[in-house]
């Protein structure tokens, strides 16, 4: 099958596009003919191992998967002898840990769920990591409650553009921070107020949310609570990871704020990086019902990955970037 692999860490430009076998699979696993996948800064991060803690999970000297990605849409081809859950034929999204930016990746039944109805297969792929990481920052870590004000910075992208959605659905009045090129589309997503944080900060109109979720990662604690209410949350999703070689930007969800939580009267959190079925059902609901539509701002061929990489990285984009695999006829 054709893979994007890499050997070393590194920028995107030492990615290849290769022949290499097709992945066994274990008794649990799935092996799924990727149709679309999406990209994250987590593959960046994988990819540039660095900052460096990440190596403790991907290997300390080079890879120790070759196969880049992890968000996945596709069709079961085969099953593994002790998975219930599916068989071969079935549309399903989530995520691969083997790579999902090839035609085939193998992944364990309890990180797919079955794809929305409605969605095409490269919408599908935008959700995986993006929306659980906006479902857990709205509801496990912000408690998003119904006529709560939230604040979502970094509002047009994979995370925020999730966000919002979610956080609207969860009956939130939502505030989206995004540049100006951006507005029109944050709220087309449902927000009921922009921040164009080009010429304006996140508390422009004083302590009035009662959770932030900050997706951007640049901004000081302290400027963070000032937009906050006496008792608000905030919800810490990102850190500039290309800051800082050991921890990137991540000392500040990982140290600073559980430290500050325990003297203040706002809640910090670091919104945590697990991946259950049971949201990725939660999402397919929300899907299905209209309250969230995935934005696939563009899509890229697996030969064009790197360019997809770098468009991620430098162009700004709305909504999600996807890469789609097309199989030859059979
Ligand atoms: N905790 C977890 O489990 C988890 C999971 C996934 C992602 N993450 C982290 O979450 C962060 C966001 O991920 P993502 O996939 O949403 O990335 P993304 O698609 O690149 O979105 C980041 C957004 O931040 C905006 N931004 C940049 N500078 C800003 C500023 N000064 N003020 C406000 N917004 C600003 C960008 O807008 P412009 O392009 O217009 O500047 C972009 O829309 C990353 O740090 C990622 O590592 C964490």
């Known amino acids: 099958m054709k893979a994007i692999v890499y050997d070393r860490y590194g920028p995107p430009s030492g ?47 080079r890879p120790r998967v070759p196969v880049l990605g992890r968000d996945v849409a596709g069709v079961v081809a085969e099953v593994g002898a002790r998975v219930t859950r599916f068989r071969p034929g079935d549309e399903v999204y989530g995520t691969s840990l083997r790579g999902s930016y090839a035609e085939f990746t193998a992944t364990h039944e309890r990180r797919l769920a079955g794809k929305p109805a409605n969605l095409t297969f490269a919408q599908a792929a935008a959700v ?80 009035v949310y009662d959770v932030v979720i900050d997706t951007g990662g640049n901004r000081p604690l302290s400027l963070l609570r000032r937009a906050l209410t006496p008792r608000g949350t905030l919800a810490l999703v990102g850190g500039d990871w290309t800051r800082g070689a050991l921890l990137g930007g991540y000392g500040r969800q990982m140290f600073g704020a559980p430290l500050l939580s325990t003297v203040v009267g706002h809640r910090l959190r670091a919104v945590s990086a697990r991946e259950r079925i049971e949201d990725l059902d939660e999402l397919r609901d ?45």
């Open 15 to 61: 990615l290849r596009l290769r022949d290499i076998d097709r992945p066994e699979i274990g008794e649990h696993e799935v092996l799924v003919r990727v149709h679309a996948a999406g990209v994250d800064p987590g593959v960046l991060i994988f990819l540039a191992g660095r900052p460096y803690l990440v190596r403790l999970t991907s290997g300390l000297r």
């Open 128 to 207: 995986p990591v993006s929306g659980m990481t906006a479902l857990r920052a709205v509801r496990d870590t912000g408690l998003v409650r119904p006529g709560h004000r939230v604040l979502v910075i970094g509002a047009a992208g994979g995370v925020g553009s999730q966000a919002v959605q979610i956080a609207k659905a969860y009956g939130a009045t939502v505030t989206g921070v995004c540049s100006p090129t951006a507005a029109d589309f944050v709220r087309s997503l449902g927000a009921d107020d922009v921040v164009d944080y080009t010429r304006e900060e996140i508390d422009r109109d004083g302590p």
């Open 286 to 330: 929300l899907v299905e019902s209209g309250a969230l539509t995935p934005s696939v701002d563009s899509g890229y061929s697996l030969a064009q990955t790197v360019d997809a990489l770098r468009h991620f990285s430098d162009g700004h984009p709305a909504g999600k970037v996807v890469i789609t695999v097309s199989h030859p006829a059979t």
